[in-house]
């Protein structure tokens, strides 16, 4: 039995969402984060060495990190029509869009996610000036990177409706989650509709809605 060490709104969801895509049986073994630092538990050391999800154990198998997990899931179920057929040019999106959605997107995301909690933690006496310099920061750094990584999504999906071409496939479960973080911490607008319309539709899938309910509320929903 496949089981997903899972931590609430996180990476893992994807997880669980590929799994119900798959239509694989599974277990989910659930972590909280704590309520005021927002880390994962020390439990999760216990299961991998970092503290972190997504882990998923396969019998004897234990793998870690989502692209990993989404790798072995896939080579182990194969003929799911979530992997483009290899050295084609869907093929060649999808790898690119697997590694990247952990590379180059989540940086500024979790860049963003830091710098607004900088503050918060600061000493009382000295909260004004820190927050005063994680504004510049996020301002003159943080927040272009987010608007030239959003514009290019949003130009990408303009180019096809998934992100991998005319076919919905895992690089998009791996995508799911920078969008909908960015989303969360910077919103889209008016000039964004493509990926409004690519949240409406991985939201709309009945996999990925099974998965909600097997992970549990998540803030990004």
Request: a positive charge.
């Amino acid at each position: 039995m496949i089981t997903v060490h899972h931590l609430n709104d996180s990476r893992s969801q994807r997880v669980l969402w590929l799994l119900e895509e798959l239509g694989l049986p599974y277990e989910v073994t659930r972590y909280q984060r704590d309520a005021k630092t927002m880390l994962a538990p020390p439990e999760l050391k216990a299961i991998h060495p970092l503290g972190k999800s997504p882990v998923l154990d396969d019998g004897a198998m234990r793998v870690a990190e989502t692209g990993a997990i989404i790798e072995y899931l896939l080579e182990a179920h194969p003929g799911s029509g979530l992997r483009p057929a290899p050295n084609t040019p869907a093929g060649r999106r999808y790898t690119y869009w697997l590694h990247y959605a952990e590379g180059s997107a989540m940086t500024p995301l979790l860049l963003k996610l830091i710098f607004s909690q900088i503050p918060k933690r600061a000493p009382l006496l000295a909260r004004p000036v820190i927050s005063g310099m994680a504004r510049k920061v996020d301002a003159s750094l943080i927040a272009p990177q987010l608007k030239a990584h959003t514009d290019y999504w949003e130009a990408e999906l303009g180019r096809s409706e998934w992100f991998a071409g005319d076919a919905f496939s895992a690089a998009d479960i791996m995508m799911s989650f920078p969008v909908e973080a960015a989303g969360s911490r910077i919103g889209y607008g008016a000039d964004k509709p493509k990926l409004k319309a690519f949240l409406q539709r991985i939201h709309a899938r009945p996999a990925w809605q099974r998965a909600l309910e097997r992970g549990g509320p998540y803030s990004y929903a």
